[in-house]
């Protein structure tokens, strides 16, 4: 199977996205935005509750918020790669972590976060 044949084995399902990240208005919005195009969105408060959230289901993508500290958002990312290679990781807001190879992308903007997932996966 080719990778488009995989890009579109996902969209024939809802993509599953851990959002990673404090509960806030803006948090609130992007997990609204997820659900308007049809993704299922786990969110994870804290680096540890997304180690166990991914431990315990299958998510296609996982979304940093930008209320996480970088040092957790790194962390997280090292631990994830290594544990759960599929997923695909997207830094959300702006960052120079944005540019670091653990992430497969970043969305600068809520606005264009699910067409940046989509195109991740």
Not at 2 to 7: A, E, F, H, S, Y
Not at 15 to 37: C, D, F, N, T
Not at 110 to 121: D, H, K, M, R, S
Request: hydrophobic share 45%; proline share 2%; aromatic share 6%.
């Amino acid at each position: 199977m080719t990778m488009q044949g995989k890009k579109k084995d996902l969209s024939a399902r809802s993509a599953s996205v851990l959002m990673v990240g404090a509960s806030s208005p803006a948090m609130e919005r992007k997990m609204h935005r997820l659900h308007a195009e049809g993704f299922v969105v786990t969110q994870a408060e804290t680096i540890c509750h997304a180690e166990l959230f991914s431990e315990a289901q299958y998510f296609d993508a996982a979304v940093y918020d930008e209320s996480l500290a970088e040092v957790e958002q790194l962390s997280l990312a090292r631990i994830m790669r290594m544990r759960w290679p599929w997923m695909r990781l997207i830094r959300c807001g702006n960052s120079a972590l944005a540019a670091s190879a653990l992430f497969d992308a970043s969305s600068a903007s809520e606005a264009n976060l699910p067409a940046t997932i989509q195109g991740c996966l």
